[in-house]
């Protein structure tokens, strides 16, 4: 598919930047395809919102082996497009519990140990 110019310098941006910034965070910086790999690029499941983007809606954290793979014609160009997307987005939302479950287990693991040895 062929960008606009348009669509480069919003990528250049500081204000995609931030978005992006955010949603690597969301998954603690893992990709939601390849969990075992660190999340380098955002990746657009579509562009009906484009600029104005919300992580797990419109875009979601990939490694750049993970961006490749979806990419791939078998996904991006065929009618499993809306399914890959969907799977994405619930593998986004499995990411995102399991790093709000840690942050809390980490949090009670310190809380405890302020407790025991104060």
């Known amino acids: 598919m062929k960008r606009s110019k348009d669509y480069y310098?919003?990528?250049r941006s500081p204000k995609?930047?931030?978005k992006?910034?955010?949603c690597h965070r969301l998954t603690g910086h893992r990709c939601v395809l390849l969990p075992w790999r660190k999340s380098e690029e955002c990746h657009h499941l579509h562009y009906f919102n484009f600029k104005h983007e919300m992580p797990w809606?419109?875009?979601?954290?990939?490694?750049?082996?993970?961006?490749?793979?979806v990419?791939?014609?078998l996904f991006w160009n065929s009618p499993l497009r809306p399914v890959m997307g969907c799977l994405l987005r619930i593998s986004m939302f499995v990411a995102m519990?399991?790093?709000a479950i840690s942050q809390i287990f980490r949090l009670i693991k310190s809380t405890m140990r302020v407790l025991l040895y104060s």
């Open 9 to 11: 310098a919003y990528m």
């Open 16 to 18: 995609w930047r931030r």
């Open 20 to 22: 992006s910034q955010f």
């Open 57 to 69: 809606i419109d875009i979601v954290p990939l490694s750049r082996l993970g961006h490749s793979i």
């Open 71 to 73: 990419h791939l014609g």
């Open 97 to 99: 519990v399991l790093l």
